[in-house]
């Protein structure tokens, strides 16, 4: 990537995947980023470390049709384009966010049941596919799904966020790991969670 000429752009990029790294959002090689402009897509190059970008790990490429780019691009580059496309969103993030992962192995749905949650996010599918990572199938599921949510989940595999900027996807990819985590521990005391989800926000 040309830095000068998009260095607001790769700022972007480094400061999100900083901050999925540290927080735990992501491991030290998983996830990936996208953002369009105009009729190029920037995405995270296949194998980066998000939490240590540097600009030849932001790969540019066009948005309908590959060039160059596409070589080094993310192997999920094929579900930003759908997501991005079919929601009108420009920016995707993607992370594999413990809690919530290991939710989805068990859980159909994920819903909040603490009151920040629940203003945000009133509830997060869990979709399944039989090869959950850069297939066809799971970009026409999640991009489907993401026409009326903000964030799903991919059974066993992490976590697909959209906005209109990097960091607006980041805010409900970590609002989902912090439902998830409150979940977790509500369960570790043994309670039922069920009590505590609000019948308003199911049947919304």
Same mark, same amino acid.
């Given at each position: $990537? #040309?830095i000068?000429? !998009?260095? #607001? *752009?790769?700022?972007? %990029?480094? +400061?999100i995947g900083?901050?999925t790294?540290e +927080?735990?959002?992501n491991?030290?090689?998983s996830?990936n ?9 920037f =995405? ?6 998000l939490? %240590?970008?540097?600009?030849e790990?932001? =790969? $540019?490429?066009?948005f309908e049709?590959d #060039?160059?780019g ?5 192997t999920?580059?094929g ?6 496309? +079919?929601?009108g969103?420009?920016? *995707?993030?993607h992370?594999?966010?413990?809690k919530a992962?290991?939710l /989805?192995?068990v859980?159909n749905? =994920? ?6 949650g /629940?203003y !945000?996010?009133?509830?997060i599918p869990v979709?399944s %596919?039989?090869?959950?990572?850069g297939?066809?199938?799971?970009a ?7 026409? #009326?949510? +903000?964030v799903? $989940? *991919?059974?066993?595999?992490?976590? %697909?966020? =959209?906005?209109n900027t990097?960091e607006?996807a ?8 912090s439902i998830a985590?409150?979940i977790?521990?509500v369960k570790?005391?043994?309670y ?5 989800e609000?019948?308003? !926000?199911k049947?919304?």
């Amino acid at each position: $990537m #040309d830095i000068e000429k !998009y260095r #607001d *752009v790769y700022e972007q %990029f480094k +400061k999100i995947g900083r901050i999925t790294y540290e +927080k735990k959002l992501n491991n030290s090689h998983s996830g990936n980023m996208s953002l369009r402009v105009g009729n190029r897509i920037f =995405i995270t190059r296949r194998g980066s470390m998000l939490g %240590f970008l540097e600009p030849e790990d932001i =790969i $540019m490429t066009g948005f309908e049709e590959d #060039d160059s780019g596409i070589a080094l691009a993310s192997t999920e580059i094929g579900v930003h384009r759908a997501i991005l496309k +079919k929601t009108g969103a420009l920016a *995707v993030v993607h992370g594999h966010l413990i809690k919530a992962t290991a939710l /989805s192995l068990v859980q159909n749905e =994920i819903i909040p049941i603490d009151v920040e949650g /629940s203003y !945000y996010i009133y509830k997060i599918p869990v979709l399944s %596919f039989e090869y959950a990572s850069g297939s066809t199938e799971l970009a026409e599921g999640v991009s489907d799904a993401l026409r #009326d949510y +903000k964030v799903v $989940m *991919v059974k066993g595999h992490g976590a %697909f966020a =959209i906005g209109n900027t990097l960091e607006e996807a980041l805010q409900w990819l970590y609002q989902t790991e912090s439902i998830a985590e409150i979940i977790y521990y509500v369960k570790a005391m043994g309670y039922d969670v069920k009590q505590f989800e609000k019948d308003y !926000y199911k049947k919304w």
